[in-house]
């Protein structure tokens, strides 16, 4: 490739309209999970912006090499797979890892402060012959 590509001005206006979205739709995602306050929220904005932002900024990466080349580039599909397998699954083991987490903080929340309270009560000394009274 040459320092001076000589491409059509069709394909080098798309590429440059797909990689502006693409850098929109991942900035918007960034701002969403900066700006959202649940957990749950928070996670589903970037997992959006990655999925789309990624896909628009491949296939202006598609379309430049092709031209620019003069054959098919199509090894960036395979990039386009992964990134759409692996995101959405990410974003579900995470909320269900959080789900599993809120469900047993839930359940059980005075059986968690038991537990607290036996451990503070193992660490501290009892009440002995030097007529000291425990801690509250």
Same mark, same amino acid.
């Given at each position: ?24 739709? $991942?900035? &918007?995602?960034?701002?969403? *999970?900066? =700006?959202?306050?649940? !957990?749950? %929220?928070?996670?589903? @904005? ?40 692996? $995101?959405? &699954?990410?974003?579900?083991? *995470?909320? =269900?890892?959080?789900? !599993?987490? %809120?469900?047993?903080? @839930? ?30």
């Amino acid at each position: 490739m040459t320092p001076q590509a000589d491409i059509s001005g069709w394909a080098a206006l798309l590429t440059a309209i797909l990689v502006l979205l693409g850098a929109s739709l $991942t900035l &918007i995602g960034s701002l969403g *999970l900066l =700006r959202l306050h649940r !957990f749950y %929220d928070r996670v589903h @904005a970037p997992t959006l912006g990655t999925t789309l932002g990624i896909g628009s900024v491949l296939i202006a990466s598609m379309i430049y090499f092709s031209v620019l080349q003069q054959r098919p580039v199509i090894h960036e599909i395979l990039i386009t797979v992964f990134v759409t397998l692996t $995101t959405p &699954i990410t974003l579900m083991v *995470l909320v =269900r890892a959080a789900l !599993f987490r %809120d469900e047993a903080a @839930a359940i059980m929340p005075e059986a968690n402060q038991t537990k607290v309270v036996r451990e503070r009560e193992a660490d501290e000394p009892e009440a002995g012959s030097d007529g000291a009274s425990p801690r509250p």
